[in-house]
């Protein structure tokens, strides 16, 4: 588990120089497809506008972290966050890894079939008893500047 840390620490490190150095975004790597399919269920989920079956793809004690909210957690409070959420949504990897139980996907996220990015998002995995990964938490932010 601490080489994930380690990992997943490093990973978030370079994510955020790179968005400091506004330098061009992180060419797209193919996951294997136990992983991409946690993002080809998030995708779908959401273009339905199903909060039940996005809260179904975290870990019973999972956690949403978005941009100015509070955190979140739990598949029940998920559920109700994600509340009428929803559209067209493209999610890509930037890099992943996993060690055992744990993983984690770095990536990108574009609204409305854009051809740039509009965010990034941390998704940290854990394995679920059936095998099937499940995310622990979803963090994500826009790339846009805030305002003054």
């Known amino acids: 588990m601490s080489r994930l840390a380690v990992s997943l620490g ?10 400091r150095a506004a330098s061009p975004a992180p060419p797209s790597v193919a996951l294997p497809p136990e992983l991409d399919r946690v993002l080809r269920d998030y995708e779908s989920a959401w273009r339905a506008r199903d909060a039940a079956a996005l809260a179904k793809l975290f870990a019973e004690d999972g956690f949403v972290l978005s941009s100015s909210t509070p955190a979140v957690r739990g598949r029940a409070a998920i559920e109700k966050h994600y509340a009428g959420a929803g559209g067209h949504l493209a999610l890509r990897a930037f890099a992943y890894a996993t060690d055992g139980r744990l993983g984690y996907v770095l990536g990108g996220y574009a609204w409305d079939g854009a051809a740039e990015d509009k965010g990034k998002f941390t998704l940290t995995l854990v394995r679920g008893g059936d095998g099937r990964w499940l995310i622990f938490s979803d963090m994500d932010n826009g ?5 003054p």
């Open 10 to 19: 490093l990973a978030l490190a370079a994510a955020a120089a790179m968005a």
């Open 143 to 147: 790339n846009a500047k805030p305002g």
